[in-house]
């Protein structure tokens, strides 16, 4: 889920350059190759936090990539409380949140993870 008006990958630009909003709101919206393979990446990695395994037809590469990525997701919640696909809000900013992938609550931290 993302926000039209602006998210956590965007804030930084969107708040420093009063012009940046609209100058992006008139480019063509384009993905790539890269973008649809992140965001199966990403798809993969939330089905396996609700339970279902790796599909068969990942490549090898796409593998070790979710492999990686798991071993550490696993190790930040060491048997804490996490939550998937928080939502976040920009207070003041009608329409723009974030999402963080998992949020992980210690006793004396909160860990914020998100997949790129």
Do not use: Q
Request: proline share 3%.
């Amino acid at each position: 889920m993302h926000s039209s008006v602006m998210g956590g990958s965007t804030a930084e630009r969107f708040m420093n350059c009063a012009g940046a909003a609209d100058l992006c709101a008139t480019a063509p919206n384009t993905s790539s190759a890269a973008a649809a393979e992140g965001t199966m990446l990403h798809e993969v990695m939330e089905a396996v936090y609700s339970g279902v395994p790796l599909p068969e037809s990942l490549s090898d590469e796409h593998l070790a990539l979710l492999k990686w990525c798991i071993e550490r997701v696993d190790a930040a919640v060491d048997g804490a409380t996490a939550e998937l696909e928080v939502v976040g809000m920009f207070p003041g900013i009608a329409g723009a949140f974030g999402t963080a992938d998992v949020v992980v609550k210690k006793a004396d931290k909160v860990v914020i993870i998100d997949y790129k």
